[in-house]
């Protein structure tokens, strides 16, 4: 089945304590982005990398990190998190930029007291 | 700076309505323009994708439109049913200087009513 997959769905943690979110794709695509998502805001784009070791920064990329080692993995990293950054967060993915239908994974609910 | 607006923030119809969901948006020089559903703490659901070539897509009950030079999209949802209430996002991929960004409305919230 084509998917996008992320973990953990739900993490509770501390400020200061570094985590990583991963994201997984099984289709081969070559798009993959990160985004948060916030009462009133809405959705906003953190980073995007349309390639292996192609990564730019979205609209909200403060105090987070990516890395495209592989294709099919873009795993979010929160060095030192803090309770602003708690939220809801997605991972998406397409096979490129211009054509590319865009799929997301169930999203990942972190909290950071 | 790429802007993307819904209108209406929300909207309540009683079932069998068609109803129309609006996105402007301000540069329109965008690769495409993507609608979503979105049900409450889960996640997006691609419901249909309209590239900038194409003016219009369908997919069952649903319709979206594309007007670029205006900056206009409708997603047209015809005999709406009860499990059709969600919130209903639009975005838009492109544009001068974001080759990779995705730009999100704030997405319209949709109650249809038995």
Known sequence: EAQVTQNPRYLITVTGKKLTVTCSQNMNH???SWY???PGLGLRQIYYSMNVEVTDKGDVPEGYKVSRKEKR???LILESPSPNQTSLYFCAS???IRTGELFFGEGS????? | KQEVTQIPAALSVPEGENLVLNCSFTDSAIYNLQWFRQDPGKGLTSLLLIQSSQREQTSGRLNASLDKSSGRSTLYIAASQPGDSATYLCAVR??????G????GQGTTLQVKP
Do not use: A, C, H
Request: proline letters at 4%.
């Open chain 1, 30 to 32: 070559e798009y993959m």
């Open chain 1, 94 to 96: 397409s096979w490129g």
């Open chain 1, 73 to 75: 993995n873009f795993p």
């Open chain 1, 36 to 38: 948060r998502q916030d």
């Open chain 2, 94 to 99: 492109g544009g001068s200087g974001n080759t």
């Open chain 2, 101 to 104: 960004k995705l730009i999100f």
């Open chain 1, 109 to 113: 609910r972190l909290t950071v007291l």
